[in-house]
């Protein structure tokens, strides 16, 4: 039986893990769970799945799941979450799961890479952050990153047996958000509970904004870039309306391989979990003569400047991508609260690229630091509590 160390358990990519445990009963031990602050959902999954270990982010929600559980350990903050991704250091077949949205994951990532310990990674800000540190350790340690992003998880899927030289370009596909029908001008109204409404996927909030302003497509850009090894210029989006093709792979014998399949995470999670096998799961099968089209297009740059803003982060390196997701987190949370417009994301996202003190190499301390940096200068201008 393997052991999962589950971070983010109470999430909507947390939730769909333990429904593909739960399908293959005897497969898989819960060992740990995290989560942020849900603590009436975490006791429901600590009542289910008796882990030996929990960790609440929240030091508060800590004490409450504490004083419910006197006999089970329970960590708190950051110290809590890399403590329950490294727990049982020994245990070489275990998988850590990391579903935590932020730059809150990275430091977990980091902690179980450091045990070797294998790493299944929904957290793309982990990449997008460190993914020159967090790719490198894997490699020193000889650790595998295993993708559950779909795309990643399809490029994954088509790569399988294939020699990476022979591979020309990586080819993501991007449903367009909850706004790809809007003029740029409406855009300028759009409220949270209209970009809350993806058109195909059912996900946590932050991630469903970042599909409309299409910087989730720009993260998995960068994110397929460090797991994959390949120059940004041979990494390319395409739009794709239907999220059917969860993306592509182009050989240079002029070879397209595609991964098709319904829209559920439930199957890269499974893939993911049970690799190198496959394994029968919940998810939907998809009946392409029923669907009938699939439709193509090229990406509007313009329309969607926070993807490309994520390709100039990505090019110049260093610590530019760490200010580009802390002003995108800041920046999200803003506009879910209500107090920026949809279209200031891309500016205070644009503002932080141009002011970032450049870093060329950074370590994990310095990228850190560029993320509280840039925290502390975008809440400076538009105040609230809560949001550091
Ligand atoms: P979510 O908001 O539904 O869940 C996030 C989880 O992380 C929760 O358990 C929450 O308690 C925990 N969490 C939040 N902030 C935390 C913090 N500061 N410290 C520790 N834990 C914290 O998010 P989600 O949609 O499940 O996404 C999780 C990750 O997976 C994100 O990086 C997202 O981009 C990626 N992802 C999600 C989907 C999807 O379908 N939901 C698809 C691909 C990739
Ligand atoms: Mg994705």
Redesign the pocket.
């Known amino acids: 039986m393997r052991s999962l160390y589950l ?8 939730r ?1 893990v333990l429904d593909v445990a739960d399908a293959t009963p005897g497969a898989f031990r819960i060992a740990v769970l ?5 603590i009436e959902t975490m006791t429901v999954l600590i009542q289910k799945y008796q882990p030996e270990f929990a960790a609440m ?1 929240d030091a508060a929600a800590a004490e409450t799941l504490a004083m419910r559980f006197p006999d089970l350990e329970i960590g708190s903050g950051k110290a809590g ?1 890399v403590r329950a991704a490294a727990w049982n250091p020994g245990d070489k077949t275990g998988l850590l799961v990391n ?4 730059v ?2 990275l430091e977990p990532t980091i902690a179980a890479l450091g045990v070797k310990r294998t790493v299944a990674l ?4 982990t990449l997008v952050v460190g993914g020159a540190i967090v790719m490198e350790l894997a490699r020193r340690n000889g650790v595998a990153i295993l993708p ?3 795309e990643h998880s399809a490029i994954w899927q088509c790569l399988n047996g294939e020699d990476l030289a022979s591979v020309e370009r990586l080819i993501i596909t991007a449903s367009g958000g909850a706004f790809r029908d809007k003029t740029r001008a409406e855009l300028a109204g759009v409220t949270p509970a209209e970009a809350l409404c993806h058109p195909n ?7 469903t904004i ?1 599909s409309a302003t299409m910087m ?1 497509k720009g ?1 998995e850009v960068i994110e397929a870039m460090h797991l994959f090894g390949l120059p940004l210029d041979r990494i390319d989006c395409v739009l794709h309306r239907e999220s059917y093709v969860h993306s592509l792979v182009e050989f240079i014998d002029g070879s397209l391989i595609a991964q098709i399949s319904s829209h559920d ?1 439930r199957l890269p999670i499974s893939y993911a979990l049970h690799h190198p096998t496959r394994t029968p799961n919940p998810t939907a099968r998809l009946d392409l003569a029923h669907i009938g089209e699939l439709s193509f297009a090229p990406i509007d740059f313009d329309r969607y400047p926070c993807l490309r803003y994520a390709y100039e982060a990505a090019a110049r390196g260093g610590n530019a991508p760490a200010a580009l997701n802390a002003a995108n987190e800041v920046a999200v949370a803003l506009f879910l609260a209500g107090t920026i417009p949809f279209l200031t994301i891309e500016a205070i996202v644009h503002q932080a690229l141009a002011e970032v003190a450049f870093i060329e190499r950074p370590t994990l301390a310095e990228l850190l630091e560029t993320d509280a940096a840039v925290r502390t200068a975008v809440t400076g201008r538009y105040p609230r509590p809560n949001l550091i």
Do not use: P
């Open positions: 971070l983010g358990a109470t999430g909507s990519i947390g769909q995290t989560a942020d602050t849900d982010n979450l579903a935590i949205v932020g809150a994951g929904a957290n793309k800000e559950v992003d779909s996927w059912n996900m946590g909030r932050k991630i970042d989730n993260f995470m």
